[in-house]
Structure formats: C-alpha cells, structure tokens
C-alpha cells in the first residue's frame, strides 16, 4: 500500500499502440466533422453576403466558392474514411515488411557473391604469406 514500488502499467505495447491509433481515428473523424460544419455555415454565410448583402450580386459567385469548397471537403472526406482506412497502421506495416525482407534478399544476393568472388579460403592464404 505504501511501498515506493511503482506499478507497472497494465498495458503492454500492443494495447497502446491500438490505444494511439484509435486517439488518432477519433481526432481525425472529429475535424472532418468540424470542416463539414464549418462548411455549412459558410456556404450560409457566402449566399446571404451574395444575395441579401448584394455583394458582386451581377454574378452569382457564391456558386463557385461553395462548389469548390465542397470538393476541397470531398478530398477530405474520401482521405479520412477512405485512404486511412486502407492505407493505415496495418499497411504501413505490410508495406515495411516487404521491403526489410527485399533489402534482406538483396544483402544476401550480395554477400553470396562477394563469397563467389572472394572465397575465405583464399583470403586465408594470402595472410599468411
């Protein structure tokens, strides 16, 4: 009870790097919700600063910032609940494996041909003389 003893934490590094992961999900999905709302507010705001505010009211503007806006929204969208979800943690990972084992193949291929050029046989003999 009152030992000088620290506990130790109960997660282990698996739970925490899926604990990280889920922090990073939820303040992704979070600004996305926020650029959404911000979106609509705006658009509110650009038709109102066009229309009743008879802003440049010649040339319905408004249609082309929001229509713009909504796809600068859209790439934001398809990066968060598509690009991430595909391309995530367990990606990256697979995509890290497979080229520590290509670079491991390569340094092989290499080593095996340096021990073709240069045998340790040889090496051997020409220390000694």
């Known amino acids: ?15 925490h790097e899926l604990l990280e992961h889920a922090q990073t999900r ?11 709302v911000i979106f609509l507010i705006g658009s509110v705001f650009l038709v109102l600063i066009n229309k009743i505010l008879k802003y440049g009211d010649t040339y319905d503007w408004f249609i082309w910032a929001i ?8 790439i934001h969208l398809v990066n968060v609940l598509i690009t991430q979800k595909f391309m995530g943690k367990d990606w990256e990972r697979a995509q890290r494996e497979r080229l520590v ?11 095996k041909e340096i021990e073709t050029d240069f045998p340790v046989s040889q090496i051997n003999k020409k220390e000694e003389i």
Request: hydrophobic share 40%.
């Open 1 to 15: 009870m009152f030992s000088k003893r620290k506990k130790e934490s109960d997660i282990d590094l698996e739970q």
């Open 26 to 36: 939820i303040k992704q999905k979070k600004r996305l919700y926020t650029h959404f």
């Open 67 to 74: 229509t713009f806006w909504a796809f600068i929204f859209i």
């Open 101 to 111: 084992k290509k670079q491991k193949e390569k340094i092989a291929a290499l080593q």
